[in-house]
């Protein structure tokens, strides 16, 4: 991305792409089809139903049915290590898990379940190797399977009078080296709770009951306070945001709005706003957007025009090319908006609803902010429309692709931005808890190069010298992944099976080495 800083260039509708229904919260992007652009995959609700993988130019690549509406966000990661990347939804309307051939839509399998609107997380829960899914259900279950071939690893009753709608967020809350999920409750009494588990058996770690009322959307978390102890930021449908150390799950802090506080619905996003060294965290109650440092202090809020909501989150991501990262979010009054993180200044917006031309038009969607056409500026999707029940036939829905800045990212390309639901721009503070918490905080080294950092699919890495190399791939517990004996001086690395986080390259060449980090998006 352009490094230099840039004043808001205005935004331009690059296409859109019209549906029968709305497409509601969320997408994901990825290269599917290996021709060096994103695509993006999204799924609609009842009069339309449908699964969509769209190049990044908006023309159709398939379209897949899904029986009814989806409302959890897709995830698309190579779940079978087979080399191609597959497309995993949860079924909201069809209790069904789908795992579909991103490129082909050709569905590979299928698993009945309770129905969902949790969208699922990824990663190798029970160190076997290999990717499982986990996702939350209607019912008040949470379901684990094996990546492979959908195969049930284990159901967990959590509480039969909610549902589990908030994503999993998955991590290693109690630092055992095993991951391990965090979800809460939609509870239908008085039951409204924060729960972790294990993730190789969904045994109890711990629980809280500190939310006061429904919880829609999952955790973020990152080490705010650079202690070297994630933290966990929750928003209740009570106006509250809470703040929970994810070793035990004791309450940090709390904030509310001290007027015109009503619910908060939008899942949180994390990301050292201000370069201070320290995570803040962002939400949205009704139509305020506020900023929270580590201590629970509020830095600044902002009102959305005309009570607007944006109840699916907030993508982080530099726009301007400050260094500073920024906030873009839907309206649900049909604009998209970005604001500086560093105080809350308005950036840009676009008004979708004006050139839909409908007063019915609504923006409920997490935007995307990525390089779709590799043009060195960063686009936004988001999809829009609208939605009445039982009178389907008069829904409508659009989704867009908008330019929107010629920033320094890192790219949000998924809903909460990783295959972890982390909704976190973090580096390795949890192995150097001394270390600025600012992903840009990567030190570069003379002996090689490596490029894109954050990458999603492959790294390149150039060396110097024409001597034999080893490359050592290791991840965040600092076990060895792979080992690569190579001469020559550049050098791909296909990271697209590593789960999102911080990993490092050692290189020996000789008797000299060098060691740098990388972020797996």
């Keep these: 991305?352009?490094?230099?800083?840039?004043?808001?260039?205005?935004?331009?509708?690059?296409?859109?792409?019209?549906?029968?229904?709305?497409?509601?919260?969320?997408?994901?992007?990825?290269?599917?089809?290996?021709?060096?652009?994103?695509?993006?995959?999204?799924?609609?609700?009842?009069?339309?139903?449908?699964?969509?993988?769209?190049?990044?130019?908006?023309?159709?690549?398939?379209?897949?049915?899904?029986?009814?509406?989806?409302?959890?966000?897709?995830?698309?990661?190579?779940?079978?290590?087979?080399?191609?990347?597959?497309?995993?939804?949860?079924?909201?309307?069809?209790?069904?898990?789908?795992?579909?051939?991103?490129?082909?839509?050709?569905?590979?399998?299928?698993?009945?379940?309770?129905?969902?609107?949790?969208?699922?997380?990824?990663?190798?829960?029970?160190?076997?190797?290999?990717?499982?899914?986990?996702?939350?259900?209607?019912?008040?279950?949470?379901?684990?399977?094996?990546?492979?071939?959908?195969?049930?690893?284990?159901?967990?009753?959590?509480?039969?009078?909610?549902?589990?709608?908030?994503?999993?967020?998955?991590?290693d809350a109690n630092g055992d080296g095993q991951l391990d999920f965090v979800i809460a409750t939609w509870s239908f009494g008085v039951n409204h709770k924060l729960f972790c588990y294990n993730g190789n058996d969904a045994s109890l770690i711990w629980q809280s009951d500190a939310p006061e009322d429904v919880i829609y959307h999952g955790v973020s978390f990152g080490d705010m306070d650079n202690d070297g102890i994630v933290e966990l930021v929750i928003g209740d449908y009570a106006g509250i945001l809470h703040c929970f150390n994810a070793t035990n799950g004791e309450l940090n802090w709390e904030y509310q709005f001290p007027s015109n506080s009503y619910y908060i619905g939008a899942p949180t996003s994390m990301a050292d706003l201000n370069n201070d060294g320290f995570l803040e965290v962002v939400f949205n109650d009704w139509f305020q957007i506020g900023a929270v440092d580590h201590n629970g202090e509020l830095l600044w809020s902002y009102n959305i025009p005309d009570y607007g909501q944006a109840f699916r989150g907030i993508a982080l991501a530099d726009i301007n090319g400050d260094a500073y990262p920024d906030l873009t979010f839907c309206s649900s009054e049909g604009k998209i908006i970005s604001l500086r993180g560093e105080n809350g200044a308005f950036i840009k917006n676009i008004d979708l609803k004006a050139d839909f031309g409908d007063d019915d038009f609504e923006l409920e969607f997490a935007p995307l902010i990525a390089d779709f056409n590799n043009d060195g500026i960063l686009d936004a999707f988001v999809a829009g429309g609208h939605a009445e029940y039982p009178d389907v036939e008069n829904n409508f829905g659009r989704v867009y692709m908008v330019t929107w800045g010629e920033g320094n990212g890192p790219e949000w390309k998924m809903f909460r931005r990783d295959y972890h639901r982390s909704a976190c721009i973090c580096n390795d503070s949890l192995l150097n808890p001394q270390e600025p918490v600012a992903i840009l905080n990567i030190r570069p080294t003379d002996m090689y190069q490596l490029y894109p950092n954050p990458a999603y699919d492959q790294l390149h890495i150039e060396i110097n010298g024409n001597v034999q190399k080893t490359i050592i791939l290791v991840d965040v517990m600092g076990r060895t992944i792979k080992t690569y004996s190579i001469y020559e001086n550049n050098f791909d690395l296909d990271i697209s099976m590593l789960p999102a986080g911080i990993y490092s390259i050692e290189i020996l060449q000789g008797n000299d080495s060098a060691t740098q980090l990388f972020v797996k998006e």
């Design 1 to 171: 991305m352009i490094s230099n800083i840039t004043f808001a260039q205005t935004p331009e509708i690059l296409w859109s792409f019209d549906m029968n229904d709305m497409a509601f919260g969320q997408a994901a992007a990825a290269d599917v089809n290996g021709n060096g652009f994103l695509d993006v995959c999204f799924s609609t609700y009842r009069n339309d139903g449908l699964l969509y993988m769209l190049e990044g130019d908006g023309s159709i690549i398939w379209t897949y049915d899904i029986g009814g509406c989806g409302d959890a966000a897709p995830v698309i990661y190579d779940v079978d290590m087979d080399g191609d990347l597959e497309v995993i939804l949860a079924g909201s309307c069809n209790p069904t898990t789908f795992c579909i051939d991103a490129d082909s839509g050709f569905v590979q399998w299928q698993t009945p379940m309770r129905g969902s609107d949790s969208p699922p997380v990824i990663g190798d829960v029970d160190n076997d190797g290999k990717p499982e899914i986990i996702h939350g259900q209607f019912g008040g279950y949470v379901l684990c399977l094996n990546g492979e071939d959908g195969s049930v690893v284990w159901e967990l009753e959590v509480d039969p009078d909610s549902w589990i709608q908030t994503e999993p967020a998955l991590l």
